[in-house]
Nanobody
Framework: QVQLVESGGGLVQAGDSLRLSCTAS????????MGWFRQGPGKEREFVAA???????????YYAGSVKGRFTISRDNAKKTLYLQMNSLKPEDTAVYYC??????????????WGQGTQVTVSS
């Protein structure tokens, strides 16, 4: 089973950029679909973005409507690392961000394994 550790969170101003990383341990990272989720203050955890395992034609990505065009999910299987590049950040992006590993990537992804989360705070 893969274990996940997020990093890269912090305090930024509206309009700034931030890149989150999720580093996996174990030997099968490349086989997992991966996703980013977030939980804002007083809110339920919500889907942000997901990426499939690599296929012969590449990896497919999915985004929540609220982040499409601003956030980019990517993975580096050699480094066993998942990324979330976040641009044009807004105060409403403030949340604890979690990465998750599962069997299939989609907007309805249900990860089987979670990281511990990293805090992102966007000031106005």
């Amino acid at each position: 089973q893969v274990q996940l550790v997020e990093s890269g969170g912090g305090l930024v101003q509206a309009g700034d950029s931030l890149r989150l990383s999720c580093t996996a341990s174990g030997h099968t990272f490349s086989n997992y679909a991966m996703g980013w989720f977030r939980q804002g203050p007083g809110k339920e955890r919500e889907f942000v973005a997901a990426i499939t395992a690599m296929t012969w034609s590449g990896a497919y990505t999915y985004y929540a409507g609220s982040v499409k065009g601003r956030f980019t999910i990517s993975r580096d299987n050699a480094k066993k690392t998942l990324y979330l590049q976040m641009n044009s950040l807004k105060p409403e992006d403030t949340a604890v961000y979690y990465c998750g590993a599962g069997s299939a990537a989609s907007e309805n992804m249900r990860p089987q394994t979670w990281g511990q989360g990293t805090q992102v705070t966007v000031s106005s």
